[in-house]
């Protein structure tokens, strides 16, 4: 199975600072990587799919990148709200595979 | 509006069963792509079963054989058997929709219902 391994786990920064959470697949998927955020005690909420294309109705703060193995979220000005963990996963392929999770919490 | 409802959790022993209930309004759980992922207490998500449009269903290794997936055409709703029930399973189930269009994600998802598998 393909294996989804985010970095960092965790983090902090400063309202206003652009945050950047990698994603690699351990194997290529193209571009069928999506990015969820999941505030605490809410469902998760999807960001970005095909990955780089915006959810209707997300912010444009939120931006994604890559293709093949190597994926990245980017909040390009981080706001209180988007205290949350973030999760990427493929879906080419089964399983459905998530990452591990990043954490984001603000300075 | 396109909602998604949970239902049937619970508290239930190892080795017994549970069914989870997913109701869909605002569109049709036949044509579309339907998942159940989980969250034990403090972890991540974990996919655990998808249900095809046209049928065909598959399985996290950690559930197959245990778990079924199903739905019923006629009340929009898709279903999660769940037997053999372990510890390990204790966690929030969500449904999730994927629409057919291979690049689209998990789009909408229910509120969750809790299963805690306990003696």
């Known amino acids: 199975d393909i294996q989804m391994t985010q970095s960092p786990s965790s983090l902090s920064a400063s309202v206003g600072d652009r945050v950047t959470i990698t994603c690699r697949a351990s194997q290529g998927i193209s571009n069928y990587l999506a990015w969820y955020q999941q505030k605490p005690g809410r469902v998760p909420k999807l960001l970005i799919y095909a990955a780089s294309t915006l959810q209707s109705g997300v912010p444009s703060r939120f931006s994604g990148s890559g293709s093949g193995t190597d994926f990245t979220l980017t909040i390009s000005s981080l706001q209180p709200e988007d205290v949350a963990t973030y999760y990427c996963q493929k879906y080419n392929s089964r399983p459905w595979t998530f990452g591990q999770g990043t954490k984001v919490e603000i300075k | 509006e396109v909602q998604l409802v949970e239902s049937g959790g619970g508290l239930v022993q190892p080795g017994g069963s549970l069914r989870l209930s997913c109701a869909a309004s605002g569109f049709t759980v036949s044509s579309n792509y339907m998942s159940w992922v989980r969250q034990a207490p403090g972890k991540g998500l974990e996919w655990v079963s998808i249900?095809?449009?046209?049928?065909?269903?598959y399985y996290a290794d950690s559930v197959k054989g245990r778990f079924t997936i199903s739905r019923d055409n006629s009340k929009n709703t898709l279903y999660l058997q769940m037997n053999s029930l372990r510890v390990e399973d204790t966690a929030v189930y969500y449904c999730a929709r994927k629409d057919i269009v291979p690049y689209y994600a998990m789009d909408v998802w229910g509120q969750g219902t809790t299963v805690t598998v306990s003696s």
């Open positions: 249900l095809y449009s046209g049928g065909t269903t």
